[in-house]
């Protein structure tokens, strides 16, 4: 079945800019992560959503991120006023529920922030 | 503070010898421990994981992890390595009862197979 999908594979912008990355779970998970890579900080984790609900944003780096997820589905990170610090490839997981701990990765989102 | 901790950046097998990718963990109580691989510009792929049970998980492609409490460890290992499991591999762990199960990754070992 399909797996766990984001979009855009790639995306560059200005300093400043606002920015939203996509990502759509596997049809029927409940649970949903976001984390980021970055060569400084390895993976960190930013965000778990049960059903559309965010119990755990203790990874979100500033109040210039934010998330939502509708429908128990799709979600969309947003970062506002992008920093040169925001590059990194941003990771989407979903798993079937947040007791199955088994998640299942999306192949990210690469932001370049000139 | 849950942390992981992979001591070696790199490891270098020869094709046909076995392989072993160490991970250390630090949890303030029962751990879920996971190992992942990740091939290059792709997203990560789930190999194995200890919930409960059998100290000795087995996974995907032939790799294997030996969960002992004593050390806090779970080494990732593989009998016989393949030139195709040349990859970044990461330990990951949440603790049990953790609302949501977020996965706290160690930094990752290069593993590099030579023909």
């Known amino acids: 079945g399909a797996g766990v999908s984001q979009s855009p594979s790639n995306k560059v912008t200005e300093k400043g800019k606002d920015v939203e990355l996509r990502c759509d779970p596997i049809?029927?998970?409940?649970?949903l992560y976001w984390y980021r890579q970055s060569l400084g900080q390895g993976l960190e984790f930013l965000i778990y959503?049960?059903?559309?609900?965010?119990?755990?944003k203790s990874g979100l780096p500033s109040d210039r991120f934010s998330a939502e997820r509708t429908g128990g589905s799709v979600s969309t990170l947003t970062i506002q006023r992008t920093q040169q610090e925001d590059s990194a490839v941003y990771l989407c997981?979903?798993?079937?529920?947040?007791?199955?701990?088994?998640?299942?990765f999306g192949p990210g989102t690469r932001l370049t922030v000139t | 503070a849950q942390s992981v901790a992979q001591p070696e950046d790199q490891v270098n097998v020869a094709e046909g010898n076995p392989l072993t990718v160490k991970c250390t963990y630090s949890?303030?109580?029962?751990?879920?421990l996971f190992w992942y691989v990740q091939y290059p510009n792709r997203g990560l792929q789930f190999l194995l994981k200890?919930?409960?049970?059998?100290?000795l998980v087995k996974g995907s492609y032939g790799f294997e992890a030996e969960f002992n409490k004593s050390q806090t460890s779970f080494h990732l290992k593989k009998p016989s390595a393949l030139v195709s499991d040349s990859a970044l591999y990461f330990c990951?762990?949440?603790?049990?009862?953790?609302?949501?199960?977020?996965?706290?990754f160690g930094q990752g070992t290069e593993l590099s197979v030579k023909p």
């Open positions: 997981a979903s798993s079937l529920d947040s007791a199955t701990y088994e998640q299942y």
């Open positions: 049809s029927g998970h409940t649970a």
């Open positions: 959503f049960q059903g559309n609900s965010a119990p755990d």
């Open positions: 949890v303030s109580g029962n751990p879920y």
């Open positions: 200890y919930i409960t049970g059998d100290n």
């Open positions: 990951a762990v949440t603790l049990r009862g953790n609302q949501g199960g977020k996965l706290i």
